[in-house]
């Protein structure tokens, strides 16, 4: 009976004609683990998907209600709290997976002929999903993901000519309100995975018109010429049906992958929710999601006259960079061992990464405002002078930036033994004038205070002699 | 004209087919301009609306101490009422002297995170990338490229008014 139906449906639909041949197509053999990542990013959108449209039966997308849904969701909702974790560590894996195949195929140059055009769809379908993942942000919708969306009209804003309209469009007004998340909402919903399906679908089309590439081996050269025969030739000798034979390796990985979701969205659950985004509560420090830290990094280093032409350039100068990689070479050499300078651009580019991100997360780019009150071990004096210059040096800000044997912020350079380096007239120069990152201090600190403030930091030596500025503050 | 004259006369259907795939990809724009414009028009229209600006009520005069910086938070000139808390835009107001006011964006000048007073150092800091902003709105240090902006303030029967203005945009030049 089942069989029966079977047939029926395989008859009319004809699976076994037209989509098994798919299917089965031939792959090389040497198509092992390191093919598995592009099946593992599809699989992740899969899981976006699904757990995507879940979530839009509940959630509001609507300026007054979308915290609160969020918050039904993640506490009250039936395996809200699963659903939004998936959703939010598949789009970490996502982008993760992404950016691993593509390094993949960068470094064995799979997108030499004729796969141009793979790796080109590739690249605009990461950038789409690099939006996703920012849209997405947003769509949290509490303090950081309110002002997530004025930093982005920020930067929109510094395009030339038009970014005033860009921003605007962005925001759906003049201010940030009621259009604006409606309209993250229906990009993030519609147009981007729109794009994504069209943009996979391309790709996939294109791995079935020219197979999937071999792995590089030194001696075998991409010779446009001749390349379509050779693979052919080498195929009909050496190939494999994709299905079974290739794919459980994609099947397997892709499985823990899924693993790896579920089982962060159970233990660690979604991100937290931060306060509702009221604008009279603006005690709030917008960071973005980690896979964006590297940015918030070279952001705040960045000189200001470069800023611009960075927050602009770096995009759009990426994404063309990478967008025609296999028009400025699509022949000759795939093994990475022949190809130095290749392998040389993924170990500088994954350092910097690496070194940035970390760099984004543990410095502080800005004051630090929840720093307590110098303890007396740190103070280390008696003197009421001393004391109070302490109690001085928190209050008017500068241990925000300053760091006070472990006390304080890093923005600026740590005053744990500044009473080595500079003297009584130096210091009062520097408060007083601020320098290149310091803001001047000279119409906010009384003649009085500057003394006391001076006294105490002129305690803070190498040498730390229990009373050392009792005699020095007179 | 009968319905198959391949044989008889090549070169008319030729020109039977020209027409026709001009006719399909004619017909098909003009579905296309019809069923996109109206939808175009009506997401780019808030690009180009110039909403008016208006004044909002903050609170009584003496609610206000002489030298005092404090937040306050006001309905924006377009209030939409599924905006929510999004409709409230939020300032730093100052009263400067018996009837002056200063009021200040929250926004800072650099990429627009929400500047914070803080009153003993008398400096506005932002949590972002670390824009410092003196007591009159002048940049102390960081990024900020350009001094915080401000909004008109105003006093009537008793009341602190203050007008409502589009989120400061670095570049904006239309403001
Ligand atoms: S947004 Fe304020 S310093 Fe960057």
Redesign the interface.
Known sequence: MLGKIWNWIDDRSGFSDVVMPMLEHVVPRDARWWYVFGSATLCAFIVQVLTGIALAMVYVP????A?ESLVYITHDATLGYLVRGMHYYGATAMVVLAVVHMTQVFLHASYKYPREMNWMSGVVVLFVVLGMAFTGQLLRWDANG??SV??A???A??VPFI???I???L???????????SRFFAIHVFILPGLIFAGVGLHLWLILRHGISEMPKADQPVVPETYKEDYEARLEKTGVPFWPIAAWRDVVFSTLMVAVIMGCAIFAGPPTLGP?????N?????MPDWYFWWYFAV??M?P?EL??YIILGMPVLGAIGLFIVPLLSNRGNRAPSKRPWALATVIVGATAFVVLTIYGYRKP???D?DVKPLPPEVVRSKDPGIQHGAVLVR???CL??HDVDGFGGH?GPELSVIGDRLDRGELVIRINN?G??????A??LTAEELRLIVDFLLTRTDHPDTDAGEDKSD | MSDSPEAKCPSSDEDRRGFLTKLCLGLSALIGAVITLPGVGFVLAPVFARPKQVWRKLGKLDQYEIGKTVSVEFKDAVDQPWAGVTTLSGAWLRRVSENEFIAFSINCRHLGCPVNWVADASLFMCPCHGGVYYEDGEVAAGPPPEPLARYQVRVTDGFVEIETAAVPLTTNDRV
């Not at chain 1, 609507?62 to 209600?65: C, H, Q, T």
């Not at chain 1, 290149?436 to 201090?441: A, T, V």
């Open positions: 609507g300026g007054d209600a915290y309110v002002w004025m930093v009209a920020e930067m804003a510094r970014g005033a309209y921003s605007q469009f925001l759906g007004g003049e201010t940030v309100g009621g259009s604006t998340l509702a985004p009221d604008p009279a603006i005690h709030t420090n917008p952001l705040s960045l200001p800023e611009t780019w800005s004051p405002f209050e008017k800000g925000y930036c923005r601020g290149y990152n310091m803001p001047s201090f119409s906010s």
